[in-house]
T-cell receptor, first 117, second 110 residues
Framework: NAGVTQTPKFQVLKTGQSMTLQCAQDMNHNSMYWYRQDPGMGLRLIYYSASEGTTDKGEVPNGYNVSRLNKREFSLRLESAAPSQTSVYFCASSALSFGGTGANVLTFGAGSRLTVL | LAKTTQPISMDSYEGQEVNITCSHN???????ITWYQQFPSQGPRFIIQGYKTKVTNEVASLFIPADRKSSTLSLPRVSLSDTAVYYCLVGGGATNKLIFGTGTLLAVQP
């Protein structure tokens, strides 16, 4: 049981390049999330998807786009990377469904470390 | 959205009990309180979750007073391997939007 899988684990980009971070979960979870964590800082929510077919902005959505491809996969795209986007990106998923209430426990992936030069 | 406030850092020694308190004054009726642990270069992992009163599992206890405006994570007899950042997260009520606070860096010394 892999849980939440993120690819790639490491990536170096030049300013202006684009790339997509992939995330897949095999727990049949409804909600999926993308967070970024800068060195020595806490987690900041970029985008989330409360159910297949829906996406919503988090705290820091500028410069990013997301796609909830199906129930399993949630990708994060940087269209024109900037040095300020150098960070570790974490994908997470939760069983809680859209509009549902209750015990929302997040399962995180191992992270994708992105450096923009 | 419930905003959480935690101490930035705490120090302890091996074998001691550690209590980390989180303040969440605007917690919603349906919100749960969840604590996560994060080691360097790893994603956070679930420790414990509760709604009210006291919850205990094999690694920690969670104390929630009746007004639910705060919660306390209790780690019994910490060891060096408990050195990590601990996050209190409140949510699961009116929204799926889960915002983390700053977390508490716990440093355990020999």
């Amino acid at each position: 049981n892999a849980g939440v899988t993120q690819t790639p684990k490491f990536q170096v980009l030049k300013t202006g390049q684009s790339m997509t971070l992939q995330c897949a979960q095999d727990m049949n979870h409804n909600s999926m999330y993308w967070y970024r964590q800068d060195p020595g800082m806490g987690l900041r929510l970029i985008y989330y998807s409360a159910s297949e077919g829906t996406t919503d902005k988090g705290e820091v959505p500028n410069g990013y786009n997301v796609s909830r491809l199906n129930k399993r996969e949630f990708s994060l795209r940087l269209e024109s990377a900037a040095p300020s986007q150098t960070s570790v990106y974490f994908c997470a998923s939760s069983a809680l469904s859209f509009g549902g209430t209750g015990a929302n426990v997040l399962t995180f992936g191992a992270g994708s470390r992105l450096t923009v030069l | 959205l419930a905003k959480t406030t935690q101490p930035i850092s705490m120090d302890s020694y091996e074998g001691q009990e550690v209590n980390i308190t989180c303040s969440h004054n605007n917690i919603a009726t349906n919100d749960y309180i969840t604590w996560y642990q994060q080691f360097p270069s790893q994603g956070p992992r679930f420790i414990i979750q509760g709604y009210k009163t006291k919850v205990t599992n094999e690694v920690a206890s969670l104390f929630i007073p009746a007004d639910r405006k705060s919660s306390t994570l209790s780690l019994p007899r910490v060891s060096l391997s408990d050195t990590a950042v601990y996050y209190c997260l409140v949510g699961g009520g009116a929204t799926n939007k889960l915002i983390f606070g700053t977390g508490t860096l716990l440093a355990v010394q020999p």
